[in-house]
């Protein structure tokens, strides 16, 4: 690797995780520039913690949901700068990319060799756009909830309707004696907002469960304690952890003495209000 290119790696995971250079060159040094590991090696150190900011990335772009007879696609298109996600042919671009979402259900392959209204496909469409524009485009993920339930969406930092920087879909069980509609779109903002990655404990897989606790548990190591103590805490580190990304387990961002399953338990009597599924797409974060 160059010095150069080892410098950017070093700039990135400052940015990232907002531990000093010495050790972020030590980390990415011990780690062959791998920016992931350097973060998972910071954390195992207790330099750097687990939040937010380590979802921090430079990519750009904007998030789109189209609606119609009760089903809702969601996708996500990527630029460089936010000066390309306002140009208004990139925009253009991604409001037709996004209903073509919706016909194809998602399917991000099928998007790529679908005609557009320019009577070229949204690949070669896509190809002529960064030339135009100068700067990488990407259709990066995509998700379809058909009417098989009751869905419901949020759009946070709108730029224009069912576009924005960060969108939310929420699907519920269907329920004739309930009136879903006004907790079902403070669900989606709630999922906006506190960016959980399953409904409950049983849906976290096992692969994330292992290597959260290994981290913990390395990290707790480090910080001096020792034999059971390490269980006993890296333990109760991991249920907060699945507590604040589950869904039904995390505060209700309306009444933070309350849990999202406690909220939804008392508005609906002796119903119940089930989620199917959801998803959670902000620009650029994961990349």
Known sequence: MSNKQNLENIKKLREITGVGFKDCKLAIDENNGDINKSIEYLRKKGIAKASKKMSRIAADGLVLIYEKNGMISAIEINSETDFVAKNKEFITFC?????????TRGDIK???????????????TLIA?????????????????????????YVHNS????????????????????DLKEIGSKLAMHIAASSPIAIDENEIGQDILNKELEIIREEVKNSGKKGEMIEKIANGKLKKFVSDNTLLNQIWIMDTKKKVKEVLKSCSGEEEIKVLDFVRFKVGEGV
């Not at 409001?95 to 016909?103: A, C, D, R, T, V």
């Not at 998007?111 to 070669?124: G, H, L, P, V």
């Not at 224009?160 to 329920?175: F, M, T």
């Open 110 to 124: 099928k998007i790529k060799s679908s005609i557009m209204k320019n009577k070229k496909t949204a690949e070669e």
């Open 95 to 103: 409001k037709e990319i996004s209903e073509i979402n919706f016909k």
């Open 129 to 153: 756009l960064i030339s135009k524009i100068g700067e990488k485009i990407t259709l990066r993920r995509s998700k379809f909830f058909d009417n098989k339930g009751t869905n419901f969406s």
């Open 159 to 178: 730029l224009e309707k069912n576009i924005g920087k960060v969108v939310s879909v929420v699907k519920l069980e269907k329920n004739e004696k309930i």
